[in-house]
């Protein structure tokens, strides 16, 4: 199932997170993923690089929303005066997590 999320500012500090839209592929994997730089603010990418980050769960950067089994009905649908207050879109497709 793919889902497309929005992560909410709604003024609490537990993450809110609303279904946007459902069955729709959003991203797609590019093919040269072998040319991936480790992540370093530092570094500028050239076209066509990507940065990566080793032992990503390990790291601050890891949402707790990825550690869970994923369910589209665990999700409220987005309501339009909650169009403002989207901190940041992530969409679930075949199993991976894209932000």
Excluded: H, W
């Excluded at 839209?21 to 076209?47: F, M, Q």
Aim: aromatic share 16%; glycine share 4%.
């Amino acid at each position: 199932m793919n889902c497309l999320l929005a992560k909410v500012k709604i003024g609490t500090r537990v993450p809110t997170y609303r279904k946007m839209l459902s069955g729709e592929e959003i991203y797609t994997l590019p093919e040269n993923l072998g040319n991936a730089v480790d992540y370093d603010p530092a570094t500028l990418l050239s076209e066509d690089e990507f940065y990566k980050i080793q032992a990503f769960s390990q790291t601050l950067y890891y949402l707790d929303i990825l550690g869970s089994d994923f369910s589209s009905v665990n999700y409220d649908n987005l309501r339009k005066d909650e169009f403002a207050k989207i901190d940041y879109l992530c969409s679930f497709q075949d199993d991976i997590y894209y932000f």
